[in-house]
């Protein structure tokens, strides 16, 4: 119970600074549907991720393999799906990020 407490605050900030960073630098007419792609992104990721992992899980329980053993090496094969995923992840992102910092004074200004 206290990994999925810790899980509810990490995600929480980290999908924060995801919508930050996919809308920093939009024009203001732009920033909806930013917002929208970015919204059906994290939903489209969440039900993918879980069937995929998933059925990864459950594939060692196709063969007619039983017992503690069979489902143990489902959830080792799911395990490591997800940081292969993860590490993808983690070097596309590194890949994409632009070098250096912006420059606040080019940055959108939002009046009314």
Known sequence: MPGFALLSL???TAFVCATTAAMNGLPHQDMGLASGLVGTSHELGAA???AVISTIAGASLEGGAAGPAAGTGGFDNAFTACAIIAAVAA??????????RPDPAQG????H
């Open 10 to 12: 990490a995600l929480g």
């Open 108 to 111: 959108p200004v939002m009046a």
């Open 91 to 100: 070097a596309g992102s590194a890949l994409l990020l632009p070098a250096g």
């Open 48 to 50: 993918l991720g879980v």
